[in-house]
């Protein structure tokens, strides 16, 4: 048996039209606040030999967009492995991630590779630069598998190199550069395909002070314009240019306080 229910007496016009007015506005904001980047359960795994490494166990975490976050942690702690699995170039072994509306836990290899050309941007430690080309050639080189004409191509690879102050080294091969021009020379590529969110995995590692502070201060300015940033980084003086700090302990996201403690702790002499 259907029950009714009475209903009270109609709105009026000028009531319907503003709840639907509060109705769109409050939509519109839980549009606007949702993070840029979620992640919910994720887990990374990885067998070596007869062990298995669990590389993330369980991390759960949102990042707003247009922020500058530095990821800390010691060796081991699964920092790399969150970097590349919310770059797409590795799959979680369990749970779930969202960038910028994308769920790149369910996207197949072909809508996983078109999300890493257009919407990510990467540095690394290494530089991974091509030897056999010139500085200009590495930044252009993205380019080339989005049926970019070269003229074009050279002409964006051109700019790029004089915003990163490189503009007197774009005819140079990479061993005629020195680390801290590799690095630029790797940013520079990286933003080929203006990405929404920029990755870098410990950019300073490999560069002396001077120059490990001009990549710090060139990642800053990329902030400031309106991008994403995710630094993975064991250099201490990336706080002072982030907006926030991600803590990673044994594969998961702790507090800055319980970090101090288990960094610590993992330092202290060894009673005699």
């Known amino acids: 048996m259907n029950t009714?229910?009475?209903a009270g007496p109609a709105a009026a016009p000028q009531e319907t039209a503003t709840l639907?007015?509060?109705a769109?506005?409050?939509a519109a904001h839980t549009a606007q606040v949702a993070p840029f980047i979620a992640t919910t359960n994720l887990r990374k795994s990885f067998q070596m030999g007869p062990t298995m490494v669990h590389a993330l166990a369980g991390v759960n975490m949102t990042i707003e967009g247009g922020t500058f976050q530095a990821i800390m942690g010691p060796s081991g702690s699964g920092?790399?492995?969150l970097l590349y699995l919310l770059g797409g170039l590795d799959r979680p072994t369990a749970g779930h991630i969202i960038v910028g509306g994308h769920e790149i836990d369910k996207l197949d290899e072909n809508a996983l590779a078109a999300y890493r050309r257009r919407f990510i941007g990467f540095v690394f430690q290494s530089f991974n630069l091509i030897p056999s080309l010139s500085a200009w050639e590495?930044?252009?080189f993205p380019m080339r598998f989005a049926g970019i004409s070269r003229r074009e191509r050279q002409k964006r690879a051109f700019a790029l190199l004089e915003r990163v102050g490189l503009a007197d080294?774009?005819?140079h091969k990479p061993t005629e550069l020195s680390g801290g021009q590799q690095q630029r020379v790797a940013i520079a590529r990286s933003l080929v395909n203006e990405p929404r969110l920029v990755l870098a995995d410990e950019p300073t590692g490999n560069l002396d002070t001077a120059s490990g502070q001009s990549i710090m201060e060139l990642?800053?300015?990329l902030h400031r314009d309106g991008r994403t940033i995710l630094v993975?980084?064991?250099d201490p003086r990336m706080a002072a240019y982030a907006t926030h700090q991600i803590f990673l302990l044994d594969g998961r996201v702790v507090s800055e306080e319980i970090y101090r403690e288990g960094t610590e702790l993992a330092h202290a002499p060894t009673p005699s």
């Open 4 to 6: 009714l229910t009475k």
């Open 20 to 22: 639907q007015t509060k």
């Open 24 to 26: 769109t506005a409050a």
């Open 79 to 81: 920092k790399s492995t």
């Open 138 to 140: 590495n930044v252009a």
């Open 169 to 171: 080294r774009r005819s």
């Open 219 to 221: 990642l800053a300015e």
């Open 232 to 234: 993975v980084t064991h």
